[in-house]
């Protein structure tokens, strides 16, 4: 057991392993642009849509409904059935990402702007604001800490799953898992698990950092 | 003394477990050739691995289907990995019983065997296979590996064997299972015997969907397959030959601990292995992968079509 975590200490500060086309850096990278571009598309989608449902009251369980069953897809099967439609391309990958972080952004969205007190809106609408400056300047703001949370929930979930990329042939960290099962390297497919770990993590600190710092007035 | 039983005699002499391969390549054990020094016993029942592909976990169940009618209680643990994986449970005692190959087998456990005709592999393995574990008698059955491309490729770059690719060095994309990248009967292999290197390699399926979908759509020149699949007849791929003898016999042949190989046992694996052609195999492929049907329920037909269940 010792030797294991002094190899696979070994396997993440060697300098060899850092560098070169799968070495660490370039595979961290990889995961990096996927998992952060997955989770944009998603926020592009959910976003909006969970604002327009919040804000209207309307197709609220049909969105939230859709976008659960978005999260109950088995992301493996979803990348094999869109790999067959699309070929060997990325396009399996950030269909399943994107399917997987939508819910998220959706449900938290849609509850953050539920969670906006009435009599707020009704003041807001009282004083003569139009529906999209209600939106925009009561809700919007009132909602953004669940927002937020929404996102780093997806973001979270998104790193954790783009080692699905290294299944269909792709890189990012999940190489290193996918290989090292394959060919018995147990150093390798710890050594790719900590990272992903440790970059979700890290991710997971640096957005909450950031939450801190948008709505630090509110906590005061 | 009939030329069976003076091998087995002589196999006996030698200390090794009755591995009395004939030439014909398919063996049958009457009961005087198969007292073992080990003497094992499958009185516990004994535990089936089977590796991530649909015709291992055929063959697992057909294992199955053959012990269960003996009387022997087994348990199968379908997809459990590859290779890498599946010889360190055996050898830890996690399962008991593998269906396995000649040639890859061999070279998993001696890389640098040189051995590719089936008797001497057959020996060759059992010099080689750690304390512990023994190989029976092969089958008829053989899957190799194959490398295939599509007709359109053989055509442009005027493909028909491994050698051809050589020429073709550093444009060609090969789609495999991650573990053919570092395998002798893989990429290393390829490089080694016959200079071929390749402008990628993609890490994709064991003949499944992904490497296959891969080749049909030219996302992928070179696909690994098994010579069993299929898809390489229903889609024209065509098969590179193997002047070299990089790729060895594949019969399949079981892989048991010591300890669960009983008179038993042998006698009812025996019993399918010469029963079960190459054909066989391919069709019951074939039923799991296009007809979309159970491996349990498919190697059960099969073994009582074919008489293997009947008990006595």
Redesign the interface.
């Known amino acids: 057991m010792y030797e294991l975590f002094k190899n696979l200490g070994d396997w993440l500060t060697s300098g060899e392993q850092w560098a070169g086309p799968d070495g660490i850096a370039t595979r961290l990278a990889e995961h990096l642009q996927y998992s952060l571009l997955a989770t944009l598309i998603a926020a592009a989608i959910g976003l909006p849509l969970g604002l327009l449902i919040g804000h209207t009251g309307k197709g609220a369980f049909v969105a939230i409904n859709l976008s659960s069953f978005g999260r109950a897809l088995p992301t493996v099967g979803l990348v ?1 059935l869109v ?2 439609a699309s ?3 990325m396009w399996p990958v950030y269909v399943a990402l994107v399917a997987l972080a939508v819910p998220a952004i959706v449900t938290n969205t849609y509850a953050g702007m539920t969670a906006v007190d009435p009599d707020v809106k009704d003041a807001a609408r009282g004083q003569g604001m139009r529906g999209h400056q209600v939106l925009f300047q009561v809700e919007l703001p009132l909602a953004l800490p669940l927002i937020m949370t929404g996102l780093r929930l997806a973001l979270i979930q998104v790193v954790a799953t783009a080692t699905i990329a ?4 792709f890189g990012g960290l999940g ?1 290193y898992v ?2 090292g ?4 390297d147990l150093v390798q497919v710890m050594g790719g698990a900590v990272l992903v770990a440790v970059v979700a993590i890290a991710l997971d600190l640096a957005l909450s950092a950031l939450q801190r710092v948008l709505f630090r007035h509110r906590t005061a | 003394m009939n030329r069976r039983t003076l091998l087995g005699g002589l196999f006996a002499a030698a200390s090794v477990p009755a591995l009395s391969a004939c030439s014909s390549g398919i063996t049958s054990l009457d009961s005087e050739g198969t007292t073992t020094s080990g003497g094992g016993s499958s009185k516990g029942g004994l535990t089936i691995g089977t590796a991530n592909f649909t015709e291992n976990q055929v063959l697992g169940y057909l294992y199955a289907a053959v012990l269960d009618a003996a009387g022997v209680k087994t348990t199968v643990r379908p997809n459990l ?2 290779r ?2 599946l010889i ?1 449970a055996i050898k830890g005692g996690d399962i008991d019983l593998l269906p396995e190959y000649q040639g890859a087998l061999l070279h998993y456990v001696a890389p640098k065997a040189t051995a590719t005709e089936e008797g001497e592999m057959q020996n060759a393995l059992t010099m080689a296979l750690p304390a512990g574990l023994q190989v029976l008698p092969y089958g008829m059955a053989e899957d190799s590996d194959a490398f295939a491309v599509t007709r359109e490729t053989a055509e442009k770059y005027g493909l028909t064997s491994l050698a051809d690719l050589k020429k073709q060095n550093g444009k060609l994309v090969i ?1 495999a ?3 053919v ?2 395998r002798q009967v893989g990429a290393v292999g390829l490089k080694d015997v016959y200079g071929v290197e390749f402008k990628e390699f ?3 399926d064991s003949s499944g ?2 490497v296959k ?2 080749l049909k ?4 020149d070179v696909a690994n397959l098994f010579t069993t699949d299929t898809d390489i007849q229903a889609e024209g791929w065509v098969v590179l030959t193997d002047p070299k003898n990089l790729i060895p016999g594949q019969h399949v042949v079981p892989l048991i601990a010591d300890r669960k190989a009983d008179s038993t046992v042998r006698k009812a694996l025996a019993g399918l292995g010469n029963a079960l052609t190459t054909a066989d195999l391919t069709e019951l492929n074939r039923q799991v992968d296009k007809d979309k049907k159970d491996p349990e329920d498919v190697a059960r037909a099969y073994a009582e079509r074919k008489g293997l269940t009947a008990t006595g």
């Open positions: 094999v790999f067959l070929g060997l391309s290294a299944y269909v042939s190489r996918f290989d099962l394959a060919q018995r | 990995g590859t890498e994986i360190p789609g299972a991650a573990e990248k570092t993609k890490s994709l969907p992904l979908g891969a759509k030219g996302d992928v």
